[in-house]
């Protein structure tokens, strides 16, 4: 109960005008800090919301894999450009984005992350690592401003945090692959 | 196993929603970025083009509207620009010169449209002029001086003009053509001369043949 309603809280106060005008006037911290927060307090909300309906989970994401799919069709869809651009511009927009980071890739993300073997947790890191390389060259290396709401050098700056966050992602892969926790048992 | 049935009936759903999600928010797979959509949406309205009052580098002052009965193909830039601007005016020569002569002045005019009004007044339009070979009758290089009739262009245009607070200005750019009524006709890539040169032509032409 107290998770959610960090998360929750979490949540409205990144509704509240005043923020969401601050993290959304700097591209980075609009795609880097502000989606992943939402995210987490969809995450945090997502035990209750467990508890409440353990049967519609059990049956309807028994192996977890509906559920990461919708994570990442969820993630995937907010790298787009033009996704962040009309986040900015149409409010049905700017609405889904509070709606869908929350509660469909939060929750289903907490649900089905448990659920999953090594072998799937594994790909998904693997997934998001190419895409975040490749969405990194692309805001990098494109000669076109891609954003319409937001200048070149932010859109570089942009390029450079998925770099990071994939080289991060990286490490972690090497890591399991060459660290077995069972040595250190 | 009726919870693998489940399971791979939510997995369905998924699956669908995730293509009609993409294929709804890149208008069929068609634009990933705002600017896409924004031409596409552009493509399929044809506004017609807003009056506003020009003053070119001859300080003349004369309405958009003059140019009615012919065809005008428009750039927006400010002469200070020193990244895209040079490109898209040296492309639009490169354009003003695949246009067979009969046509130029007479049935198309070309125009630069500044959105900097502060600096580029008639002197600085000029010299920028000389610079790309334009003779500032076929091809002029004007400013719009009242600021709510510059606006209202802009965004009916889709043009989005951002300060960078430094005297610079971060833009979208396009060449657009406008037909002989006044309605945007066509938005065209302008890093792309030749294609752009070869549909403005076909047009002319195809206008002769009437």
Known sequence: ?185 | MANNKKTLISLIVVLVFGVLLFYIGTDGFRAYTAETARVIQLLEDKPKFPEVMLEDSNEEKYPISEFKGSYVFITFMYTACGTICPILEMNMGQVYRQIPEEYVGEDITFLSISFDPERDDPETLKEYMELFYADGETWRMARVNDDGELQHLLDEIGVIVIPDGEGDFAHNSAFYLVDRDGYLMDVMDFTDVDAAAERVISILEGDKGD
């Open chain 1, 1 to 185: 109960m107290t998770q959610f309603i960090w998360g929750f809280l979490l949540l409205v106060f990144l509704a509240l005008p005043p923020v969401a005008n601050l993290l959304e006037s700097i591209m980075i911290v609009h795609m880097h800090m502000q989606m992943p927060l939402l995210v987490i307090a969809g995450f945090l909300m997502a035990r209750l919301v467990q508890l409440k309906f353990p049967r519609f989970f059990e049956n309807w994401n028994g192996n977890g894999v509906p559920g990461i799919l919708l994570f990442v069709i969820i993630m995937g869809y907010w790298t787009l450009p033009r996704a962040m651009d009309e986040a900015l511009t149409v409010p049905a927009i700017e609405i889904f984005k509070y709606i869908s980071l929350p509660f469909l890739a939060g929750i289903p993300l907490r649900d089905s992350w448990g659920k999953l073997n090594n072998l799937w947790k594994n790909s998904v890191i693997g997934f998001f690592t190419v895409l975040f390389f490749a969405m990194g060259w692309l805001y990098i290396a494109s000669p076109e401003q891609l954003c319409t709401n937001y200048l070149i050098v932010e859109q570089i700056t942009l390029g450079w945090g998925f770099v990071t966050m994939a080289l991060c992602m990286v490490i972690y892969l090497a890591y399991t692959y060459f660290v077995d926790p069972a040595d250190y048992e």
